[in-house]
């Protein structure tokens, strides 16, 4: 298996066809146009078996507030294993080559997920503990993500308390 980084100007129209391909295979028709474009903006790794694209995780910029404080995290997205090839480490393979790409770009990463917490702690992720929070321009409300939201915390200093509120920016489809 061979894992490629590549930034998302780099991916041509072929590849991004056949990674919306895996994401309706590997998310069973769940995955949208809004999920596609999140995947998108920053730093992918896919993952290839010869010729076959067998998975894929990416990260992007975005800001999150940690109690009453911005900071640019990495926030990952489109996290996908092939079914024929899941099972057999390609995911955490993947993840932990883009949590290379991301420490050299952000001090904290997060992501929302559902059944898959314990992925991503096998990873060193951190299950979120606080109330989350969508900002739109009608004004900041709870939203109820805070059970699947976690985080990376490649610099534990930036954000030492997992029990603070937590801020992100609307954006069309699922915010977080
Ligand atoms: C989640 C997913 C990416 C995992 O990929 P994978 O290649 O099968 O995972 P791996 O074989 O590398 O598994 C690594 C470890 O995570 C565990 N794991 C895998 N899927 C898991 C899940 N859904 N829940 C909890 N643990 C899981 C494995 O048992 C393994 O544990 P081990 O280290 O003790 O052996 C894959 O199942 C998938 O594409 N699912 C559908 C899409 C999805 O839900 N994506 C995540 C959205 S946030």
Known sequence: MELVAVGST???????GRLRALWDLAFDG???????????GGVHVVAWSGPDLVAHASAVPRRIRFDRTWHGV????????????QGRGVGRATMQRLQVEIA????????????????????GWERWR????????AGTVAD????GLMIL???PALVPDLGVDVTCEDRPGDAW
């Not at 990495?74 to 090839?85: F, N």
């Not at 050299?104 to 990873?123: D, K, Q």
């Not at 606080?130 to 321009?137: H, K």
């Not at 109820?144 to 059970?147: I, L, S, Y």
Request: proline share 5%.
């Open 104 to 123: 050299e770009h952000w001090p904290v990463a997060m992501l929302s997920t559902g059944a898959t917490t314990g992925f991503y702690e096998r990873l």
């Open 10 to 16: 780099d991916l041509d129209r072929a590849t991004r």
């Open 30 to 40: 769940r995955f949208g146009d809004d999920d596609e474009s999140h995947a998108y």
């Open 153 to 155: 915390r490649l610099d």
């Open 144 to 147: 109820g993500e805070h059970d």
């Open 74 to 85: 990495g926030y990952v997205e489109a996290v996908a294993t092939h079914p024929d090839h």
């Open 130 to 137: 606080g109330t989350s929070y969508t900002r739109s321009p």
